[in-house]
């Protein structure tokens, strides 16, 4: 018991030693080429043993922070000043206009699934981070607990203990739901479309945020819905001035945006610009589908809130799923649809009957034992590294004046190149080395973003990844 305690306590000192040293290299106290104390030093200073001295280099080792020189000692590797400029807000033409997504841009992501491409442009985890052996534990201990070997079809409304897990897991973003309030789907994105049949017609109006995610314009374009793309901030989220004089100009039937890690821009809205949408739209009865997909994506210390955590009346419909978070072909999602529940479920009902029950009770069975929590800590902790990593590189191979987001969770960097590189052409350039981008142009209905590429960081960071980086700067520059 003792020694336990002893472990813990050293636990404790070295994440505090971690994130000590991290804030001064941010807050630029401790600048690159700058000399750390040594292993011992940084003990007898600090007070704690050599081993957790050792220990909390080799965590600022790897996450790129900082980097040992043979008989020489550590020194700190990662410069804030190199990537100090964030990506411009680019706002429409100023008079407010309505965007046909006939007119959007049409691209065709090549050889997305190709083993020969170095996929930067997918944000999801890859294979490396997904607990498989625990994910098929759950599904075998799942099938084994259920009398019917869950072949049957399952409860209209969603599997009652997943639905069950999911409410319980709302305490993290605020919200105070229960079971009741819960419908599963098929994905995060079938969530998403059946609010937006349910709250539209054809030929409406809906909000969006520029940029926004592609797959966003492929649901518009399916249900011959109009859009009105509204300016992110790559820090605060959608502007909350220019959202608020639309509604007064144009017939906004229903908003959808991604509060928290949007993508591609990584912001998160504060919490007192959330709670101020949720007034507005309130106030004008329009609902709000918000999209957070990637809430549980956060390299902070605790879950940022949602827009629904401050609904009182049931305009805010929340859809989400695990495809970011645990595994993407489980293909297990839902919404918490407030006022809107039986429209919903009446949707399901004509469209797909009930989602698959084996995966439902996996997940659920995974959330159970506490499996989530724990894997949880683990891709936040990896992502957050190669966050850092990624820009790291971006910083020192792209050209100076490169200008790339800082997301605090997610799985996104937006990068802003000079005004006359074309992104789409770069995206060629980068195929033909088998090397995958997502060009700006496919994040907005016009060419706002030509500029401007997205890079995901949720391949482990490694030699191939970093030559892959300078090879596209080389490109940019070659442009």
Known sequence: MEKQLIAQHDDFLYAQIVSRIEKQIKQNLLKTGDRLPSVRALSLEQGISISTSYKAYVELENMGMIEARPKSGYYVKFSPAKVSHVPTTKPPAKKIAQASVTDMIAMVYQNMDSDSVLRLSRSSPPLSMIPMAKLNKSMMEAIRKSPSGNINYENLQGNVSLRRQIAKNAFNWGGNITQEDVVTTQGCMEALIFCLRALTKPGDTIAIESPTYFGIFNIMLSLDLKVLEIPVNPDTGIDLDYLGQAINEVDIKVCLFVTNFSNPVGSCMPDENK???????????????????????????????????????????????????IAPGYRVGWCIPGRFKEQIINLKMMHTISAATPTQAAIAHFFETGRYDLHMRNLRKALYTQSLRYTQAIATYFPSGTKISRPQGGYALWVELDKHINAFELYQLAMAQNISIAPGQIFSTDARFTNFIRISFGLSFDDVVEQSIKVLGELVRSL
Request: aromatic share 10%; glycine share 6%.
């Open 275 to 325: 709670q101020q949408l949720v007034t507005l739209l309130a106030a004008k009865k329009i609902p709000l589908i918000e999209d957070d997909i990637y809430g549980e994506i956060y390299f902070g210390k605790s879950r940022p809130r949602t827009c629904k955590s401050y609904d009182k009346d049931g305009w805010v419909l929340l859809c989400s799923s695990v495809s970011k978070s």
